[in-house]
C-alpha cells in the first residue's frame, strides 16, 4: 500500500514540476506580448497626447494588461510623488514587477535603455528610440514563441516521463 | 496694514513655489535667507560651472557657499551639471520631449506662471529656424510677480466717462518696468467687474508667449477673471482675429505688438468696435512712433491711452498717462512709488 502511495506521490510531483515549467514557457511570450502592447500605448501618448511622462505612464497603467501595467503605475507613482530620476523610477517599476519570474532578466533591459533616454531625448529621436525598442521586443517575442513551441510539451511529457523513470528505477 | 500683508503672503507663495525647481541644498540655502531679500527676489540665473546668482529689485549677488549672499564669486555655491540635470527634470517634468515647442521660443512655463529661460546649444531646422534647444547650460527662473491691484491709480483713465466704454490702451515702457503685471490686472479688473462698477465686460486674451495667463497645459495660472478667455501660445495678429471671430469680446488683451500683422490686427479690432489692451517696448511715445508700422496706429488714433512706465520707484511706476493725441493727463508725483504699494 505504501508503496503504491509513494509511486501516485513521486509521479505526480514529476509531473508537477514538468508542468509548472512549462507553464513559465507558454507564460514568457504573453507577457513579452503585455510589454509590448504597453510600450505602443507609451508611444501614442507620448507622440501623440504630448502628455508628460508622469501622466503618460498613468495613463498607461490604467489601459495596459496585467501585470505590466503594475511596472508602470509604480514608476508613475515614484515620479509623481517622489524627487526621483526617470531611470530609478523605472527601476522601481521593475522591482515590482521581478516576481514574475517567467521573464529572464534581458526581457528588462530593453525599457530600462528607454528609461535613460525617454528625459531628455526630443521627438524625432524618441521615436527612433521607440521604434528600436518595439524591434527589439518583437524579437523577444519571437525567440520566446519560438522556445514555448519547442519547450512547452517537451516539459509537459518530462515531467510525467521522469516521474515514470524515477519509479522504474527505484523498483 | 491688510492690502500690504496680502500682498507679502502672495509674493511669499509666489517664490516657494519657484523654488521647487532647485535642488534640495540649493532651496535650504535660499530658504535661510532673510524674508524681505526673498520678497525682492526675481531671478534666480543657473549656469553651469558658475556661481548661483540671485537678481532682484535691489538685490544682486551669488548664493554663499554656507549662508546668505556674496558678491564674490569664489566664495559662492557653484552650480554643478547635477544641479543643472535636476534644475532641468523639474521644469520638463521629466519630458523634454513634452515641451520642444516651448524650448523653441527659449523659455518653459512652470506651475504658478513663472517663466523659465534656457539657454545651451541650439539646433536648427533645415530652413534655418531654431529646431530646439539641448546640452542645457543657462536656466533662468523668474519668478512671476502677481500683483492684484496694481492698476488701481490707472482705473479712471481706461474707460469713457460718457457711456463706461473701454479705451484701447497702450503700455509703454522698457523691459522689466512691469509692463505685462499691469496689463494682467487690468485685464483681471475689467473682467471682475471693478473699473467700472456695473459695466459687464468680456475679455479675451492672446496670450503668444504665455506670459500674461502664465498658462501650464492651456490652464490659466493667474486669477484673471470669471469673464475672460485665454487663447494660450497663440500668434497675436491670428489670434485677434480668432477672437474677434469666435468668442465676440468687448476687450482683447495681448502683450508686445511691434510687427506689420500686430499693426493690422489692431487696426481690425478697433474698426470692430472692440478695445485692445496691450503693450510694447519703448522708452518714451515718441520712440514707439518712431519703431516701423506703429506710427501708423498712432496716425489712425487706434489707442485712446498711452501709459508709461518705469522703474524709478520699483517696477510699474507709472511717468504719464496721455490721451490719443499724446497729450498728458496724468504725470507721476514725485513721490509716487511702483507696484509695491498699489
Redesign the interface.
Known amino acids: 500500500m505504501m508503496k503504491w502511495l509513494g509511486v501516485l506521490l513521486i509521479l505526480t510531483a514529476s509531473t508537477a514540476i514538468g508542468f509548472r515549467v512549462a507553464a513559465d514557457y507558454r507564460k514568457r511570450p504573453r507577457l513579452i506580448q503585455g510589454i509590448l502592447q504597453s510600450l505602443r500605448l507609451l508611444r501614442q501618448e ?1 507622440e501623440y497626447s ?5 501622466q ?1 505612464l498613468k495613463s498607461v497603467a490604467m489601459r495596459a494588461p496585467s501585470p505590466c501595467n503594475e511596472w508602470f503605475r509604480v514608476a508613475a507613482e515614484a ?1 509623481l510623488t517622489s ?1 526621483v ?2 531611470e530609478s523610477a523605472f527601476h522601481q517599476g521593475v522591482d515590482a514587477h521581478r516576481d514574475i519570474d517567467a521573464l529572464a532578466e534581458g526581457d528588462y533591459d530593453v525599457m530600462l535603455h528607454l528609461a535613460e533616454v ?6 524625432s529621436h ?1 521615436t527612433l528610440q521607440f521604434d528600436t525598442a518595439i524591434l527589439q521586443y518583437e524579437g523577444i517575442l519571437a525567440v520566446a514563441e519560438d522556445k514555448r513551441k519547442k519547450n512547452e510539451k517537451l516539459w509537459q511529457y518530462f515531467g510525467a516521463l521522469g516521474g515514470l523513470l524515477i519509479i522504474v528505477i527505484l523498483i | 496694514v491688510q492690502k500690504k500683508e496680502a500682498l507679502r503672503s502672495s509674493s511669499i507663495r509666489m517664490w516657494q513655489q519657484a523654488l521647487l525647481v532647485c535642488p ?1 541644498d540649493i532651496e535650504s540655502r535660499i530658504h535661510r535667507l532673510p524674508e524681505p531679500l526673498l520678497n525682492q527676489m526675481e531671478e534666480l540665473r543657473f549656469r553651469l560651472g558658475q556661481p548661483l546668482q540671485v537678481c532682484g529689485q535691489e538685490v544682486e549677488g551669488f548664493l554663499h557657499k554656507t549662508a546668505g549672499l556674496t558678491t564674490h564669486p569664489e566664495e559662492a555655491l557653484v552650480v554643478t551639471a547635477e544641479h543643472l540635470a535636476r534644475v ?2 523639474v521644469i ?7 515641451v ?1 515647442d516651448e524650448l523653441r521660443r527659449g523659455f518653459i512655463t512652470m506651475q504658478g506662471g513663472h517663466r523659465v529661460g534656457v539657454a545651451g546649444r541650439v539646433l536648427l531646422q533645415e530652413n534655418g529656424w531654431v529646431k ?1 534647444i ?1 546640452s542645457i547650460t543657462s536656466v533662468n527662473v523668474r519668478i512671476a510677480k502677481e500683483h492684484i491691484g496694481a492698476a488701481n491709480p490707472l482705473l479712471p483713465y481706461l474707460y469713457r466717462k460718457l457711456d463706461g466704454r473701454p479705451y484701447s490702451v497702450l503700455f509703454l515702457s522698457s523691459p522689466q518696468c512691469g509692463k505685462t503685471t499691469l496689463l494682467r490686472d487690468v485685464a483681471r479688473q475689467w473682467s471682475c467687474n471693478r473699473v467700472r462698477v456695473g459695466k459687464s465686460v468680456k475679455v479675451s486674451i492672446i496670450d503668444e508667449r504665455s506670459e500674461i495667463s502664465g498658462c501650464l497645459d492651456g490652464i490659466p495660472q493667474f486669477d484673471l477673471g470669471p469673464r475672460t478667455d485665454v487663447l494660450d501660445a497663440c500668434p497675436k495678429a491670428e489670434g485677434m482675429l480668432m477672437a474677434i471671430r469666435s468668442l465676440s469680446p468687448d476687450i482683447v488683451v495681448t502683450d508686445e505688438i511691434g510687427r506689420k500683422d500686430d499693426r493690422d490686427a489692431v487696426l481690425e479690432a478697433t474698426h470692430a468696435g472692440v478695445s485692445v489692451l496691450t503693450t510694447a517696448h519703448a522708452g518714451s511715445l515718441q520712440e514707439w512712433r518712431n519703431r516701423p508700422f506703429m506710427s501708423e496706429l498712432f496716425e489712425a488714433r487706434a489707442f485712446s491711452r498711452y501709459i508709461l512706465l518705469s522703474r524709478r520707484h520699483g517696477p510699474g511706476t507709472v511717468e504719464s498717462v496721455l490721451d490719443e493725441s499724446g497729450r498728458p493727463l496724468m504725470e507721476q508725483r514725485a513721490a509716487g512709488k511702483g507696484m509695491d504699494v498699489p
Open positions: 507620448i504630448i502628455q508628460p511622462l508622469p503618460a515620479l524627487d530620476s526617470v525617454i528625459a531628455i531625448t526630443n521627438r524618441l | 534640495p532641468v527634470q520638463t517634468q521629466s519630458s523634454l520631449y513634452a520642444e530646439t539641448r
